[in-house]
């Protein structure tokens, strides 16, 4: 089970946190969520995350499309995206 205790006051603060992502990257990535979720409740006024190091980012290259072959830039996402539901800035 994790916890987390802030040891001084946030409220109203820009808060940073600072997270790797080597290592047990799930458990950082909960340690990390749990942090931010303190940080809210407890008032701060905006809350950063910063990772230097993406977990989950893939280094695949993409595959080259054959000369004559569909790639009219179309990207295909395995679930339907609703853009009024997403607020974007």
């Known amino acids: ?6 040891g001084e006051s946030v409220r109203g603060e820009d808060v940073y946190i600072i997270q790797s992502g080597s290592g047990e990257v799930n458990d950082n990535l909960m340690e990390l969520l749990i942090m931010i979720n ?3 409740i407890a008032s701060a006024s905006r809350v950063t995350a910063v990772i230097p190091c993406f977990p989950y980012a893939r280094q695949d290259k993409k595959d080259k499309v ?4 569909d790639g009219g830039g179309k990207i295909t996402l395995p679930f339907k995206l609703k853009t009024n539901e997403w607020k974007f800035r």
Request: hydrophobic share 40%; with cysteine; net charge neutral.
């Open 66 to 69: 054959p000369a004559g072959g």
């Open 38 to 40: 303190a940080c809210k």
């Open 1 to 6: 089970m994790y916890s987390v205790e802030i």
